[in-house]
């Protein structure tokens, strides 16, 4: 206990801004048109595409459908939510069948893909409980959110949201739409079994149960609902 609270209060664990600063991003070739207007003419990555997007670019139904779906309390824990910890704990050690969903918050999962640090070991839940806690010190709920979402991986080699809006729906993130919003939010669990372009019967399960969460916790209304259940995806593998 000493060691955690020590470490959760001390100099910053993980530095977001320089991680921010320093990835491997997408690269963008532009050139002049005919109209001498300047334009993208194409997109250069390797096996990881990334596009950083900030925060107020990005839809409330988009972060909202992430935080219903993976980590509902995110707004009010400190990095660990000792409850679903503890179930999960418990749950190791005597397996229920029907339980669902890991011990991981949101901040928890971002200390994860930043390091990649994926041991299956209870050292590395400690360490990263102790990030995870230190994260939530020195960065808002918001920036934590920013960079989760630009840093998990969604499928087809996407890293991040912008990304995988362009490669699912060739559009820019900040023109999505409910559906389409919790269409990427379920991919995560399981980028394989939850692509859209793959197995989209069993992305469209999850889709509604993400929208049946927004709506229990009323981020969204019934018409709301009802219109994205309901809306017929298109997707363009761009």
């Not at 901040?107 to 102790?130: A, G, H, M, P, S």
């Not at 362009?166 to 999505?176: A, I, M, P, W």
């Amino acid at each position: 206990f000493f060691n955690i609270v020590s470490f959760a209060h001390g100099e910053i664990a993980i530095n977001l801004d320089d991680y921010k600063a320093n990835q491997n991003q997408t690269s963008f070739v532009y050139a002049y048109d005919s109209n001498n207007e300047l334009v993208e003419m194409a997109q250069l990555h390797g096996e990881e595409n990334r596009i950083w997007v900030d925060f107020d670019k990005m839809p409330e139904n988009l972060k909202n459908a992430f935080i219903c779906l993976e980590d509902k309390r995110f707004k009010k824990h400190h990095g660990v939510d000792w409850l679903r910890t503890g179930f999960s704990a418990f749950n190791y050690i005597i397996p229920i069948k029907k339980a669902q969903g890991g011990g991981s918050t949101i901040t928890q999962q971002l200390v994860k893909n930043l390091t990649n640090d994926k041991e299956v070991t209870v050292v590395r839940k400690f360490k990263e409980i102790e990030r995870a806690l230190n994260l939530e010190q020195h960065y808002s709920k918001d920036a934590i959110l920013e960079a989760y979402l630009n840093t998990l991986y969604l499928g087809n080699g996407c890293y991040g949201v912008q990304t995988a809006s362009e490669t699912y729906f060739g559009k820019d993130v900040s023109e999505l739409n409910l559906a389409e919003c919790a269409t990427l939010a379920v991919i995560t669990k399981a980028p394989t079994t939850y692509n859209p372009l793959l197995n989209p019967e069993s992305n469209k399960k999850r889709q509604e149960l993400c929208l049946k969460y927004m709506l229990e916790e009323k981020a969204i209304s019934k018409e709301e609902y009802e219109e994205a259940v309901n809306y017929k995806l298109v997707f363009t593998n761009s």
